[in-house]
């Protein structure tokens, strides 16, 4: 079954880190994504820029985003396969995150298309 993993961070905490900081945490986030590759279980995954650059689209209305009243903003995502809901919090775990960070699981439902 396939499992998003949510990567919710404090993105006040991105933005002041320094290059090799940040350097650092997408080191991590490569050799996660190796790990994830290796085991068969990537699916895919992303980065998103910050919440800033968001737009909510509502009623056919484009407004500027987040509306979210959160220190953490969604910063990116990995779609994996996981044989169960166990296997994919697990991975969870071993996700990289900012100090405070947290990753949500969810399952993606299969209506076979």
């Known amino acids: 079954m396939k ?3 949510l990567l919710h961070d404090v993105e006040a905490r991105w933005l002041v880190m320094s290059e090799a900081e940040q350097g650092e945490v997408f080191a991590r986030h490569m050799a996660y994504t190796d790990a994830l590759v290796k085991a ?12 800033a650059s968001a737009k909510i689209v509502r009623d056919g209305k484009v407004q500027d985003g987040p509306f979210a009243d959160s220190k953490e903003q969604l910063g990116g995502f990995y779609v994996i396969e996981a044989a169960s809901e166990a296997e994919a919090i697990d991975w969870a775990k071993r996700c990289p995150s900012l100090p405070g960070g947290a990753v949500e699981v969810r399952p993606v439902p299969d209506y076979g298309g």
């Not at 068969?40 to 919440?51: D, I, Q, W």
């Open 40 to 51: 068969g279980a990537m699916v895919a995954g992303e980065p998103l820029e910050p919440a």
């Open 3 to 5: 499992y998003v993993l």
